[in-house]
């Protein structure tokens, strides 16, 4: 009793689980029941994703993912790639897309080609590099790789738009479930990332605990990055900031009236 779900796993259901040190940026993922070993991808549904690829990075990262007509998101595949280019990251994540997610297949057996929708990066990467003056995403856009900024690169509103999906249920069937759904297997370091290690490092001062004001950058911070990126991009901010106004309609006029009585 009194126990989280990772000290039960560990301590009595005898399973492997990440060691957390620090405080979780992401605690309202669940391992369980947020993820798959496999997930089928929708052939009648464009293929999106996000990017970290901010000007003068080396570790550039990437996801791919769908939004089922449910409401679902699905991340169907990680790429993070460390002291590479954006030139080369674009080229091999285009072969990925090109090997990966070319085709699927319908509900009636038949292999139908994938569209490809907008991917969503961030805003640092309109700037021009310093040699060729190429902006970073025309580097992903000359390997036909459709890119626009995201709304925002404030980091808690990215924060807030991986949350928002984690904290709502959406119902496919007769089945309700989270509002994201990841592919374990072809997205280890994003899994990592939410699990934990996306993490405010811990501060110790006079004997008191305190954690740093903005996440650690590590290996698993970068996917991290780019879902928060994507799912921005793909309306999150949008219902968040109108589930606020909406709450602010909501007290205004009782306030107005409880005044006049």
């Known amino acids: 009793s009194g126990k989280d779900r990772d000290w039960i796993n560990s301590y009595y259901r005898a399973q492997f689980v990440y060691v957390r040190e620090g405080k979780p940026v992401i605690p309202e993922f669940d ?7 496999d997930i089928n991808v929708l052939a009648d549904v464009p293929i999106t994703g996000g990017f970290d690829v901010g000007g003068g990075t080396l570790c550039p990262a990437g996801i791919v993912g769908q939004r089922h007509p449910n409401g ?5 595949a990680e790429l993070s790639l460390s002291s590479t280019g954006i030139d080369k990251f674009g080229t091999e994540f285009r072969l990925m897309l090109n090997k990966e997610f070319a085709t699927a297949t319908d509900q009636r057996g038949n292999e139908r080609e994938l569209q490809l929708g907008m991917f969503y990066g961030d805003p640092a990467g309109r700037q021009r590099d310093q040699i060729f003056e190429w ?7 000359s390997k036909g790789l459709p890119v626009k900024s995201a709304p925002t690169n404030d980091i808690q509103s990215r924060i807030d738009a991986i949350k928002g999906p984690m904290m709502r249920t959406e ?17 280890p370091r994003l899994v990592k990332g939410l699990a934990g290690e996306y993490r405010y490092r811990r501060i110790q001062t006079g004997g008191t605990e305190r954690y740093s004001e903005k996440p650690d950058k590590n290996d698993a911070s970068h996917c991290v990055d780019a879902l928060g990126y994507w799912l921005s991009g793909m309306g999150e901010i949008k219902t968040l900031r109108g589930r ?13 009236i409880d005044h006049r009585d």
């Open 171 to 187: 119902r496919i069937g007769d089945m309700s479930r989270p509002g994201i759904l990841i592919n374990k297997r072809r997205c």
């Open 31 to 37: 391992i369980e029941t947020m993820t798959a070993e």
């Open 72 to 76: 679902i998101y699905l991340v169907h």
């Open 244 to 256: 606020d106004k909406k709450n602010e309609d909501d007290i205004q006029p009782r306030r107005a």
């Open 135 to 141: 902006v970073v995403f025309d580097h992903l856009k």
